[in-house]
């Protein structure tokens, strides 16, 4: 397909043969080729030998056309376990955040409204049964909203549950915030910022914790006080607040 050198295909055969054989490889332009391969060596110096001759044996007794049955029959599989899923986000998750509708793979990329970053979940979602990998895990910048959840080992009952546990973890996490800050919003007519206080994050390195925060620094946030008193905010403008 590639007649211009230009192009860097990668594989995993973790994910259609089997999770536990950490193989993957690659075709590329032959001068890159070379340097990945010196790079590949210096790092790791060979990935696991007994995994790659359980694979060629694999491939050498089953040949090219029963691996393309085995790959259809992992997407119907994986499929299934993706219908499952977004059908449990629609019935926990639609007031909480948005998520991919993915056409391959065994992810889905969730994005939770009112957090700056899930990692703080994390700990809390372990306690409650369930895990997830953190946004900032899969991103270069150091917070995300984001959480990314597998479907592709749990039977479809446990989907169901891992969805509403992952859900109570969320809602205990907001009603925390809730609690906590629902007074800290105010404008100078006295009014509370009701949106303002339910996008409150539990990050913030400005505000709250150690009073670092300016009119700049927290979108005109007028008044800033310790927390620990918990004596309110003045603002401006409405705000998103992030706890640490």
């Known amino acids: 397909m590639d007649t211009e050198g230009r192009v860097v295909r990668l594989y995993s055969l973790s994910k259609i043969l089997c999770p536990g054989l950490r ?19 210096e790092i790791m110096l060979h990935p696991c030998a007994i995994a790659q001759t359980i694979a060629l044996s694999y491939f050498q ?6 691996f393309r049955s085995v790959g259809r029959e992992v997407a119907s599989y994986y499929e299934q376990q993706r219908d499952v899923t977004l059908a449990a986000l629609d019935k926990h998750f639609t007031h909480l955040g948005t998520w991919t509708k993915p056409k391959a793979g065994m992810f889905i990329w969730l994005t939770l409204d009112g957090f700056e970053d899930t990692t703080s979940l994390f700990d809390a979602a372990l306690e409650n049964g369930v895990a997830f990998l953190t946004g900032s895990s899969c991103q270069t910048s150091k917070t995300s909203p984001n959480l990314r959840i597998s479907y592709s080992l749990l039977p479809p ?13 969320v809602e205990d996490a907001k009603e925390k915030i809730s609690l906590k800050y629902d007074r800290i919003c105010k404008f100078e007519n ?21 009073l670092k925060s300016t009119a700049e620094d927290n979108n005109q946030c007028m008044t800033p006080v310790d927390m620990d008193g918990f004596k309110g905010v003045t603002l401006t403008v409405p705000v998103t607040l992030k706890v640490e």
């Open 190 to 210: 006295g009014m509370v910022n009701e949106k303002c206080c339910k996008k409150a994050t539990f990050k913030y390195e400005n505000v709250c914790k150690k």
């Open 23 to 41: 193989l993957g490889f690659l075709t590329a332009p032959k001068q890159l080729g070379d340097i990945l391969e010196l790079h590949m060596q």
């Open 61 to 66: 007794e089953l040949g090219p056309e029963e």
């Open 157 to 169: 009952d446990q989907i169901e549950m891992a969805v509403a546990r992952l859900r109570k973890t």
